[in-house]
């Protein structure tokens, strides 16, 4: 028996074969007056086995979405899954996936150097206490220190 083909892309990945941490393009779309966007998965942990703790979530969103911009003007959107296994990266035009991850390996080293969460306050953020500078830090040195694993999507 086939499985009906699903509209969202990450719905159609087997979660079961994948080996965290990875770095896959998800999609690449075409808009009507040629513009080109595509949204990569930053896998920062193997789905169904470990997940971030939303406080470090909130904090990776907050800090790559400020820092990767010093690195890109290409950056539109850093987006937490909603199963807290890694996000959504996505990029304005086409980009070679290994210059993804040197913006991807850049900004994680910013975070590794960071001394506050920006906008981790009630004025700029619908939560600012959920936060954890010391977790989003150790996440991403978890992520940095299986560089070499990163295009290996498929176990």
């Given at each position: 028996m086939t499985e009906q083909r699903m509209n969202v892309e990450s719905f159609n990945l087997d979660h079961t074969l994948v080996a965290a941490p990875y770095l896959r393009?998800?999609?690449?779309?075409?808009?009507?007056?040629?513009?080109?966007?595509?949204?990569?998965?930053?896998?920062?942990?193997?789905?169904?086995?470990?997940?971030?703790?939303?406080?470090?979530?909130?904090?990776?969103?907050?800090?790559?979405a400020e820092k990767s911009r010093n690195h890109s003007d290409a950056v539109v959107d850093f987006s937490p899954m909603g199963c807290q296994t890694g996000f959504y990266l996505i990029l304005q035009g086409d980009h070679d996936v290994a210059d993804v991850a040197a913006l991807v390996e850049k900004t994680l080293g910013d975070i590794t150097d960071a001394v506050e969460v920006p906008a981790a306050n009630e004025v700029q953020c619908g939560w600012g206490a959920n936060h954890t500078l010391s977790g989003a830090q150790q996440a991403a040195r978890d992520f940095l220190a299986k560089r070499n694993e990163w295009m290996q999507v498929f176990a």
């Open positions: 393009l998800a999609d690449r779309k075409q808009l009507p007056h040629g513009d080109v966007i595509v949204k990569y998965d930053v896998r920062f942990t193997q789905p169904n086995r470990g997940h971030l703790e939303m406080p470090v979530v909130h904090s990776l969103e907050h800090l790559f």
